[in-house]
């Protein structure tokens, strides 16, 4: 599924030597990978040691988990259903997962934490940023995330990633420390794609995480900060090393918002 050989970018500074695949976090069975003649075959040291997770941030990771979401897709040319992760962007119950979770679907339904399930349709999707919102058809009754509309300016910094358990088959808080700023990241074309699955062939301007696995339903998850407000979404993983990579939310939140106020 991931090529071994695949190298992962990680910086503009002294590099050191590393061995692992980058994979989009797409939610079938086959996974996008990165291009090794386009990177660097180094990696920098981090400018300090990561920052332990502080147990005020692991308890407002729990106290949000209540606006993560798991989104259900039934895939277009397909009988198979995937799972992934989607958080509640604002007070009409608007959901915000990756563009490629709901890639080629010819029907999403989306479950809270209380098992509530309903039929969602797609206000807005941008397959080049790979963001997506979604509407329940009937609001559910879960909590609005907040949202930090600053730009991260500082590493590294501590974060932890949100995600739907039932989606991941693992837990849903993953401890995380950011640990570089506007990653360009290219994928190796044609790299394990489905058929109508869709996403740009070099994600730009990421956030850089290393901590905990990620794995494939983190898809589309909130990247919170020490406040508990979203800074990211979850997008990208190595499946070799505790690399990952998520879209700063304050680069797409204006395309977010303008979905959910004409929807």
Do not use: C
């Not at 074309?189 to 990421?206: A, C, E, L, R």
């Amino acid at each position: 599924m991931f090529r071994p050989e695949a190298v992962l970018r990680a910086g503009v500074a002294i590099f050191a030597l590393i061995a692992a695949g980058l994979a989009a976090l797409l939610i079938t069975a086959h996974i996008e990978t990165v291009d090794p003649s386009k990177l660097p075959a180094v990696r920098p040291p981090k400018a300090s040691a990561p920052t332990p997770v502080p147990s005020p941030l692991t308890d407002l990771g729990r106290a949000d988990l209540g606006g993560v979401v798991t989104i259900q897709v039934e895939v277009q040319l397909s009988n198979a259903e995937s799972l992934g992760t989607g958080w509640i962007f604002d007070s009409r119950g608007d959901i915000v997962t990756n563009a490629h979770v709901i890639s080629g679907h010819v029907a999403i339904r989306v479950t809270d934490r209380d098992d509530r399930t309903a039929v969602a349709v797609v206000l807005g999707t941008d397959a080049t940023a790979d963001i997506a919102l979604l509407r329940p058809e009937g609001v559910l009754p879960a909590q609005e995330l907040p949202v930090d509309a600053t730009a991260l300016v500082k590493v590294p910094a501590s974060v932890i990633a949100l995600a739907s358990s039932t989606a991941t088959g693992h837990g849903d808080m993953t401890p995380e420390t950011v640990i570089a700023l506007h990653e360009d990241v290219p994928l190796a074309p044609n790299g394990g794609v489905n058929q109508g699955q869709v996403g740009p062939q070099v994600y730009n301007d990421m956030l850089h995480l290393e901590g905990e696995h990620i794995y494939e339903g983190n898809s589309g998850g909130p990247v919170l900060d020490a406040t508990g407000h979203v800074v990211g979404i979850l997008t990208l993983a190595s499946p070799g090393s505790p690399d990952a990579y998520a879209i700063p939310i304050s680069r797409v939140l204006a395309e977010l918002t303008r979905w959910s106020q004409s929807g």
